[in-house]
């Protein structure tokens, strides 16, 4: 059996870090991956573009981590935001930063991040296992047993044995979540590390797109509004679970985009997300008050026109049209014929609209898991676990989720480069 001093599971954003940066320390290190090539999500990513990080410091990712956001201390002081673009660039690949903050390589191409990685990793002297499924880990002693399938490990697997098993003074799991499961990720750590003692927080979809059954809601696919305050709601409830500012996007099945993508994670936490409802703010830079005195105006103006025509001319009209017939208005109606009531209501349906949730799209369209090992039983000065010694977690797989943006390959990158500098 071979024996290694640190084997990775995973070749994903942490554990291609976390490898490269082992083997760089001397370590005899196997980074293992069940798909046929490396990196499968950083292909996917951003559109295929791939969203590194975000242009911000160290406590720009740590404040958009909110309560998560402690934990990432010292693997933001090993690997920050600066340090990361430094690194790719570092390999041949330019970065930009686009309005939104984002950070892209110049070539918008996903390709050549993973290309930067896996030239580092080369370098580094890691061996590589692609095609190669961990089955199950066992300890033995002081060490790891990490069992394969019996077709892992190509060439190395000389003895052709059934299920080829290697050994590991340190073991890094990197098996990430489970959303997109098609990509690999399918959750094999969370049992493994079950199994040696963690207590996994219920993994849930974050980062997807909701549905909503409102027939005018799928009426208008295809709509997108650059700026929405959105706010989710309890029936009834005055006070918010959350709320968000940004892009958001009508689909055939319900909402998408930016703003809705971020604030999905508390529908996800929520017991009864079917009785959720997103209250939408289309123009959240002008008071209720200044709205109804604009209107008020318009309609003054150009009272023989449909108020279709006048009203909120800088959303699409599309959209303004189903919020006149929400607010209980015919669209047939004259500008010169609108009430103050009808007004009123109106300013209602542009301003707070409420949009009944039903639920997610699942696992299957969610770019990241929330929950995952707990947080308190990981040192996050080196990302061992505190509760069995020589047992490494990093990225995905932590209970950590962030919001669009780059966030979350930032928080992957970093707590793998930690746990490479710490094996
Ligand atoms: C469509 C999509 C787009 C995204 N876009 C962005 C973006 O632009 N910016 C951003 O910051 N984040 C983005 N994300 C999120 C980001 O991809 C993840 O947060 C990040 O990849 C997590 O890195 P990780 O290394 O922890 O896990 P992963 O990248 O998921 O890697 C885990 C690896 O472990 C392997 N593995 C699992 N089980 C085993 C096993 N039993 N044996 C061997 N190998 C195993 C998997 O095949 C996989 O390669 C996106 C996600 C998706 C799905």
Redesign the pocket.
């Known amino acids: 059996m071979d024996s290694y001093e640190v084997v990775v599971?995973?070749?994903?954003?942490?554990?291609l870090l976390a490898a490269a940066v082992a083997a760089e320390r001397g370590r005899r290190t196997l980074l293992?991956?069940?798909?046929r090539r490396?990196?499968?999500?950083?292909l996917?990513?951003?559109g295929t573009r791939?969203?590194?990080?975000h242009a911000t410091d160290k406590w720009g990712i740590v404040r958009a981590y909110r309560d998560q956001g402690d934990f990432l201390h010292s693997a933001l002081a090993a690997l920050g935001p600066a340090d990361l673009v430094k690194l790719i660039e570092d390999e041949g690949v330019p970065t930009k930063v686009e309005e939104t903050g984002k950070v892209f390589p110049v070539s918008n191409r996903a390709t050549d991040v993973l290309d930067a990685l896996v030239r580092r990793l080369v370098r580094s002297g890691a061996e590589v296992a692609l095609d190669?499924?961990?089955?199950a880990i066992e300890r033995d002693g002081e060490r790891f047993l990490v069992h394969l399938s019996p077709h892992a490990l190509g060439e190395r697997n000389v003895s052709r044995s059934e299920t080829p098993t290697v050994a590991a003074a340190k073991l890094i799991l990197?098996?990430?979540?489970q959303?997109?499961p098609g990509?690999?990720?399918?959750g094999?750590?969370y049992g493994w590390a079950a199994a040696l003692g963690h207590m996994i927080v219920p993994p849930r979809p974050a980062l997807v797109p909701l549905t909503s059954d409102a027939a005018w809601v799928h009426s208008i696919s295809g709509v997108t509004i650059p700026d929405v305050a959105v706010a989710l709601h309890w029936p009834n409830a005055s006070k918010p679970l959350d709320q968000r500012r940004g892009s958001l996007l009508f689909t055939h099945f319900g909402l998408s985009g930016p703003v809705i993508l971020d604030i999905s994670r508390t529908v996800t936490a929520a017991a009864e997300p079917r009785s959720l409802a997103l209250a939408c703010d289309f123009l959240p830079d002008t008071r209720a008050d200044q709205l109804d005195g604009q209107i008020r105006e318009s309609c003054s103006r150009d009272g023989k026109k449909q108020i279709a025509a006048i009203v909120a001319p800088e959303l699409p009209r599309r959209l303004v049209e189903q919020l006149i017939q929400l607010a209980g208005l015919p669209l047939e109606l004259k500008a010169a014929e609108l009430s103050k009531k009808g007004r009123a209501d109106l300013v209602a349906a542009l301003k707070s609209v409420r949009i009944p949730i039903t639920g997610t799209r699942g696992f299957a369209k969610?770019?990241?898991t929330a929950g995952g090992i707990a947080l308190d039983e990981i040192d996050s000065r080196t990302m061992q676990s505190k509760l069995v010694p020589s047992l490494y977690l990093?990225?995905?797989?932590l209970d950590l989720d962030g919001p669009i943006g780059?966030?979350?390959?930032?928080a992957?990158f970093s707590t793998?480069y930690l746990a490479g500098m710490s094996v």
């Open positions: 599971i995973g070749a994903g954003a942490a554990g293992l991956e069940k798909n490396p990196g499968v999500k950083i996917m990513s951003g791939c969203n590194i990080t190669s499924p961990a089955t990197t098996t990430g979540g959303s997109y990509s690999g990720t399918t094999d750590g969610a770019e990241v990093a990225g995905e797989i780059g966030y979350n390959f930032q992957a793998g």
